[in-house]
């Protein structure tokens, strides 16, 4: 059931306290004002609180640590926010111990306390997927190990912050995914998406920064670069790892001033936005070989979020899999044997979520029961994992030497994937991960040497 108003308790002695809470706190927050703190409700589920650590005359009994306390016992999701005017070290450590996940010192500031509840109530609605009543159609991170709840908890701690930000994780783990929860929760505005390996080099400023009429053969009007169409919004560039250097530089050049030249203009456009950048590699690993400019990537990883595989959240598999499975209905009703959960579970999942998807797809599919069983599953990922042989005789052909070296190898790479295509039924993501290529780049390849599906 959605979720449409999330309780906020604050606890403080104080009535001034309250009533800066009440002047701050609107909908779809229900307030519960409590100055006695013996008298907070038992039968309520708060979402969050503010509990003030001094509630009686006794400055030497900070009674604030029981209350948090009880209430970190009654619900472990409770976001809880310790306040007090005493910043004793031992104290506010002790709040920490006790389950609250921030302390702020009195007197509060207005922005502090209003950011603090701005994203306080992004996690809670990401949690519940009800971003300003939008929830149904929002893309959603599905599961609750350790892992996703630290991603979601990351992802609230965005809201509102202007600065890059870096998703780091393998190929199919999740990170468009976040990319979208990063910009839904936040006010509506512009949302740009862009493949950087898509945008061909000749093109490059053009594409992110426009150009005017006639600025080269072609131009034939002004075009709006990708940086000005996402202006007061986000732009998300995906596998930022295939971007060369001489783009990086034009890049990271933007991200120090702010401005953007359209090719062909004589002035510059200043351009707010926010740049969510994905990466498939470890960038660090990249500078370390000299293929990632290291000025870029401390501009880029001031806010950084590192999705784990899915072989390392196991426990996210049986909330996947079922996910995938309701996504089917009505036109495939089936559910999984207790066996068949456990295969999936144990298998190593290379490419991570998205091949899940895949098996889930395929096994709604080919199941001949209602109900999957181990032997269906165990019947797919055999085929998966069975090792691929691609030997000189299955690639040989009537290559003509007359034709060049450049002929030959184009030749030579077509039948290769055409190869691979064929024994992994298909399926991009295990064949660019066989052939040691980005999904994209697969894609261009597929394109430029003219592979049908046949």
């Known amino acids: ?195 950087s390996s898509s945008i061909p080099e000749t093109l490059f400023e053009s594409e992110m920064f426009g150009h005017v009429k006639g600025a080269f053969t072609g131009a034939d009007s002004h075009k709006l670069g990708l940086t000005e169409a996402a202006h007061g919004g986000d732009l998300f560039l995906d596998e930022i790892e295939a971007m060369p250097l001489s783009f990086q530089a034009k890049l990271l050049r933007f991200l120090e001033s702010g401005e953007i030249r359209r090719v062909g203009a004589k002035e510059s456009i200043r351009v707010q936005v926010r740049i969510i950048v994905a990466s498939n590699r470890p960038l660090q690993d990249m500078i370390k070989k000299g293929e990632f400019r290291e000025d870029l990537y401390y501009r880029l990883s001031s806010q950084k979020i590192a999705i784990p595989p899915l072989r390392e959240r196991r426990e996210d598999i049986p909330a996947l899999a079922n996910h995938f499975l309701e996504t089917e209905r009505p036109y495939r009703n089936k559910s999984f044997e207790t066996e068949a959960m456990n295969a999936l579970k144990q298998y190593g999942w290379p490419g991570n979520v998205r091949e899940l998807k895949r098996i889930i797809e395929q096994l709604c599919l080919t199941s001949p029961l209602p109900i999957i069983r181990e032997s269906d599953v165990a019947s797919l990922l055999e085929i998966k994992a069975r090792p691929v042989s691609l030997t000189p005789n299955s690639l040989t052909d009537s290559y003509n030497l007359e034709d060049g070296l450049e002929s030959v190898l184009k030749v030579f790479e077509k039948k290769m994937i055409e190869t691979a295509l064929k024994q992994f039924h298909t399926d991009i993501d295990e064949t660019a991960r066989f052939l040691k290529v980005s999904r994209s780049n697969l894609y261009k390849k597929i394109k430029d040497l003219k592979i049908t599906e046949s």
């Open 1 to 195: 059931m959605e979720i449409t108003e999330f309780n906020l308790l604050v606890v403080d002695d104080d009535p001034l306290i309250h009533q800066i809470f009440k002047t701050l706190v609107s909908k779809p927050w229900r307030l519960y004002s409590i100055q006695d703190y013996t008298r907070i409700p038992t039968d309520v589920i708060f979402h969050a609180a503010f509990v003030d650590m001094n509630l009686t005359a006794d400055l030497s009994d900070p009674i604030g640590v029981t209350v948090i306390k009880t209430l970190a016992s009654r619900d472990l999701q409770t976001e809880i926010v310790a306040m007090s005017g005493l910043l004793d070290r031992k104290t506010m450590e002790a709040c920490l111990i006790a389950g609250a996940q921030k302390f702020l010192a009195k007197p509060l500031s207005k922005e502090e306390l209003q950011s603090t509840l701005e994203k306080i109530l992004a996690h809670c609605q990401i949690r519940n997927f009800d971003f300003h009543g939008r929830g149904k159609h929002l893309t959603r991170w599905v599961g609750q190990s350790e892992s996703s709840q630290r991603i979601l908890k990351q992802i609230s701690q965005m809201k509102g912050e202007r600065r890059s930000i870096l998703i780091e994780g393998e190929t199919g783990s999740g990170k468009e995914v976040i990319a979208s929860l990063l910009h839904s929760q936040e006010n509506e505005r512009p949302f740009v998406a862009v493949n």
